[in-house]
């Protein structure tokens, strides 16, 4: 299994939203724009080590390609849970922040039609948890 590789991305923007939520707009440097090329649907994968603990979570790209192309700036939307050990961290001190470690996806966060035949929920959970696609019969 090949392990993911981050990138230090900087904040250019963090825009307040409602609920306690914040819009946090990344400036994709020039040389990196081509590894996170996206499509609708797909997602960041943000780190960072809060407590001592490294921490990773998912979240939703949601600029349109058309600012990517123009500007090379990604959005993704963050609200605070109750327990939310990243959404917290990152609502509240990523003001002021230089940069944040991302990677980016290249499988959208819906599952896309079966072509093989339909998921069980095993596939089901491991498509949206571990990002894993299952294309095989099961044994």
Known sequence: MTAFKFHDL??????????????ITFQVP??????????AGQFLTLRATIDGNDVRRSYSISSSQ????????????????QGGVFSNWAASTTQGRRCVACHASRWPLHRAAPTRHSPCRLCSRLWHHAHLVHFGQHP
Not at 10 to 22: D, F, L, R
Not at 30 to 39: A, M, P, V, Y
Not at 66 to 81: F, K
């Open 30 to 39: 020039e040389d990196l724009r081509s590894g996170f090329n996206f499509k």
């Open 66 to 81: 058309n600012a990517y192309v123009q500007n090379g700036t990604l959005e993704v939307g963050i609200r605070p849970v």
């Open 10 to 23: 900087p904040v250019s923007n963090i825009t307040p939203e409602a609920a306690g939520a914040v819009a």
